[in-house]
């Protein structure tokens, strides 16, 4: 396998900014000599959680407004880890809030990249067990709309036409690997 040495960074310049986003731009060196300058969101140690809630034989999902391609997405709840908590802390405050529910016990499945070439943010995604009812009221502005979708039927969520966000379909696969090996091969 080769090694590949970093490119080397010459400078970094804010760009644009507004409430949510700061946009850098990132002048590199690359080994070879060429020289080329890149766009970034600003780096942050801050980072996400999606949450696979399952309750029995089922999956809950919610339909949600996602105002970048103008629709209702169907996914696993998400959101940001807040300043202080840990990756479960924050996966049962987003349960509560954005589908009534807490859970018992918590699993990390995997931690991925988001279009890495831009961000530095990183997604946990957990499995939730142990569900329970308790609501925390949230920043949604209207009521999710949850939807709840068979294990034994899971992999048809590839077919819904609101099903389409990576995050989602991975943590699909990751769900499904998951519980077939909880399920000795049966899911």
């Known amino acids: 396998m080769t090694v590949l040495k970093k490119p080397k960074i010459l400078n970094v310049n ?13 002048n590199l060196e690359f080994s070879n000599g060429v ?5 970034r969101m600003k780096p942050t140690n801050r980072e996400a959680v999606l ?3 399952v309750t029995g034989d089922e999956l809950v999902l919610i339909h949600e407004y996602a105002v970048g391609i103008e ?19 924050a996966a ?5 809030e954005e589908i009534g529910f807490g859970a018992k016990k918590f699993e990390l499945l995997t931690k991925l990249t988001m279009a890495p070439s ?24 209207e009521p ?12 048809s ?8 966000e990576a995050r989602n379909i991975s943590a699909l696969f990751f769900a499904q690997q998951y519980l077939h090996k909880q399920n000795n091969g049966k899911v």
């Open 35 to 39: 020289k080329r300058v890149y766009e």
């Open 51 to 53: 949450i696979i809630p």
């Open 92 to 96: 049962n405050r987003e349960l509560k």
């Open 144 to 155: 999710l709309v949850q939807v709840r979708w068979p294990i034994s039927d899971m992999m």
């Open 14 to 26: 804010d760009i644009a900014q507004s409430r949510l986003f700061n946009i850098q731009s990132v």
């Open 71 to 89: 629709q209702y997405e169907l996914g696993f709840p998400k959101g940001a880890i807040d300043a202080g908590e840990n990756v479960f802390e």
């Open 157 to 164: 969520l590839l077919e819904h036409p609101d099903f389409n």
């Open 118 to 141: 831009y961000f530095s943010s990183r997604m946990n995604i957990v499995i939730a067990h142990g569900l329970y009812q308790e609501h925390l009221e949230g920043d949604e502005p």
